[in-house]
């Protein structure tokens, strides 16, 4: 059905709700939000019907970007269309059934933390928003306070971590950082600051593992998985994971699953540090040379190069180094 439109001229005005300013207007494409305010401006005008064609020509659009953009604000919740008939969502309406339905503050808060809060919150407002932040946030900075129970100045220092990479726009990416900080266990400002410092220590620790090992990019998740249980469940710092990773000098392109061969082994050895390390690397070299005297028969003698390993013409002191990376990697696969 044609949206019709009276031929004088326009001079009332449209209202558009400050939800759909706050939480809405970043997420829809242009063509979403024309079409929104299209919709919102021939609905105040009593037309309740309009199919893709009248909003395309309405628009200046093809019928089919009218239809993705119907498609994104039915996506969000702004509209619902049944039997071929739009309907706007009262936002308003909306908020305040979500609002209602919001878990009730936590009653061991008291009255002081409360005050604490909200001028908290208030300050956030003023100084990252102007003072028009979005509900959403509302919600979910009461939603922080009570999973994670931070400290109010942790959750100010939320949207400044945010505001300082640009991402305010981003309520995805705000909340992340908060479920960053609180699985990790921080909810005092102090303890944001060891976690700062922690932070700092893997990323420096990262950052001298990739120039080891001559790697240009960034880490995998994987790899950065393996560098967290050599740290947090090994306990090892970067001196020991060199020793590891010089254990590979005669590997052709060393994988962090063989590195982690070798620092498993170590670790259910019990050696955690340089120095236990070194002393059991001796112990095995002087017992692999002992092994090697007591066989004096020339048939029954244990070759000290295998024939593969005399046509790469490997050093004689370099092959306790393959015999070391052996013994790990055989306690790798007895440990699976």
């Not at 509209?79 to 008939?85: E, M, N, R």
């Not at 982690?260 to 340089?274: M, R």
Request: proline content about 3%; hydrophobic content about 35%; glycine content about 4%.
């Amino acid at each position: 059905m044609q949206v019709s439109f009276n031929s004088t001229l326009h001079l009332s005005d449209t209202l558009v709700p400050d939800l759909f300013i706050t939480e809405y207007i970043n997420k829809l494409s242009g063509n979403a939000i024309r079409c929104y305010l299209t919709l919102l401006l021939t609905f105040q005008h009593g037309n309740r019907k309009a199919s893709p064609a009248d909003i395309a020509q309405r628009l200046g659009v093809s019928v089919n970007k009218a239809e993705q953009a119907l498609t994104e604000l039915q996506q969000v919740q702004l509209i619902v269309i049944q039997s071929g008939i739009i309907e706007l969502v009262d936002l308003k309406a909306k908020e305040i059934k979500r609002s209602l339905l919001r878990s009730p503050p936590d009653e061991n808060v008291s009255e002081t933390d409360l005050s604490r809060r909200e001028a908290i919150v208030q300050q956030i407002n003023d100084t990252f928003f102007q003072g028009v932040m979005s509900l959403g946030f509302y919600t979910v900075i009461d939603e922080w306070f009570s999973q994670y129970q931070f400290e109010p100045e942790v959750v100010y220092a939320i949207f400044a971590e945010a505001s300082s990479k640009q991402m305010l726009k981003n309520p995805g990416y705000v909340s992340g950082i908060a479920q960053n900080w609180g699985k990790s266990g921080v909810k005092t400002y102090s303890q944001l600051n060891q976690y700062y410092k922690k932070f700092e220590e893997r990323q420096i620790l990262i950052q001298k593992i990739r120039k080891k090992l001559k790697i240009k990019g960034f880490l995998t998740e994987y790899q950065e998985e393996f560098v967290d249980r050599w740290t947090k469940e090994y306990g090892y710092n970067f001196e020991i994971i060199d020793l590891a990773m010089a254990q590979t000098v005669n590997v052709g392109s060393p994988s962090f699953k063989y590195i982690d061969t070798i620092l498993t082994a170590w670790h259910k050895k019990g050696l955690k540090t340089a120095e236990a390390i070194e002393a059991d690397q001796k112990a095995h070299r002087e017992q692999s040379i002992s092994a090697r005297k007591v066989t004096s028969s020339p048939k029954t003698r244990r070759r000290l190069k295998t024939r593969e390993q005399a046509e790469q013409d490997i050093p004689e002191e370099e092959l306790y180094r393959l015999d070391l990376i052996q013994r790990y990697s055989e306690a790798g696969e007895d440990k699976e």
